[in-house]
């Protein structure tokens, strides 16, 4: 069965930073395209980064371009996001999810998630 | 990457059908067939129900089905059911390995 369990959430000041952890089991992270999406406090979603299977490239919105960084750790089969510089609007619930792949493609279609994990910039 | 264009509600009374919109550009919707649905139920994790415009995952039942002509896709769910009311999401593709949700649209069954 695949799960996955995102960690690492909390209350950060502003310009401090965090680092989320997603743990993946009954798949092998490594074969599939992984994203971190969020979602502010009774708000919509928001498409954060992507992390290619493979030696695939790694991919930023471009609100938290330049500030996050996006990681994985085949051997712990565990995705991460490093989020530094971090502001108010960056509080949200942030989500890990497998994508779909079809012949080594991705096809933006993301088949499982986490439960999330909440991070609340403020101070 | 600016956010795809959803109702903000929809409504419809068990048995009847609803259709919910998502338009974009011809650099994310119109451009790609990646278009992906997910429903979400309040405090729950996003769940998919559409991939690639029009395919169901295993478990999604048929009353759930999606389309695309031009920018503008659609989600229809055909004999609404009191589980089917929760907010739902449109998501595509945008080109440069990024991706983008729509707003959200909240289907309430009457």
């Known amino acids: 069965e695949v799960q996955l369990l995102e960690s690492g959430g909390g209350l950060v000041q502003p310009g401090g930073s965090l680092r989320l952890s997603c743990a993946a089991s009954g798949f092998t992270l490594s074969d599939y395209a992984m994203s971190w999406v969020r979602q502010a406090p009774g708000k919509g979603l928001e498409w954060v980064s992507v992390l290619y299977s493979g030696h695939g490239g790694s991919y930023y919105g471009d609100s938290v371009e330049g500030r996050f960084t996006i990681s994985r750790d085949n051997s712990k089969n565990t995705l991460y996001v490093q989020m530094d510089s971090l502001r108010a609007e960056d509080t949200a619930i942030y989500y890990c999810?497998?994508?779909?792949?079809?012949?080594?493609?991705?096809?933006?279609?993301?088949?499982?998630w986490g439960q999330g994990t909440l991070v609340t910039v403020s101070s | 990457q600016s956010a795809l264009t959803q109702p903000p509600s929809a409504s419809g009374s068990p048995g009847q059908s609803v259709t919910i919109s998502c338009t974009g550009t011809?650099?994310?919707?119109?451009?790609?067939?990646?278009v992906s649905w997910y429903q979400q139920h309040p405090g729950k994790a996003p769940k998919l129900m559409i991939y690639e415009v029009n395919k169901r995952p295993a478990g999604v039942p048929d009353r759930f089905s999606g389309s695309k002509s031009g920018d503008t896709a659609s989600l229809t769910v055909s004999g609404l059911q009191a589980e089917d009311e929760a907010d739902y999401y449109c998501?595509?593709?945008?080109?440069?390995?990024?991706?983008?949700f729509g707003g959200g649209t909240k289907l309430t069954v009457l």
């Open positions: 998501s595509s593709y945008s080109g440069s390995s990024a991706g983008v």
């Open positions: 011809s650099s994310d919707v119109g451009g790609y067939n990646f």
């Open positions: 999810a497998k994508d779909q792949v079809r012949g080594g493609v991705a096809l933006w279609g993301f088949d499982h």
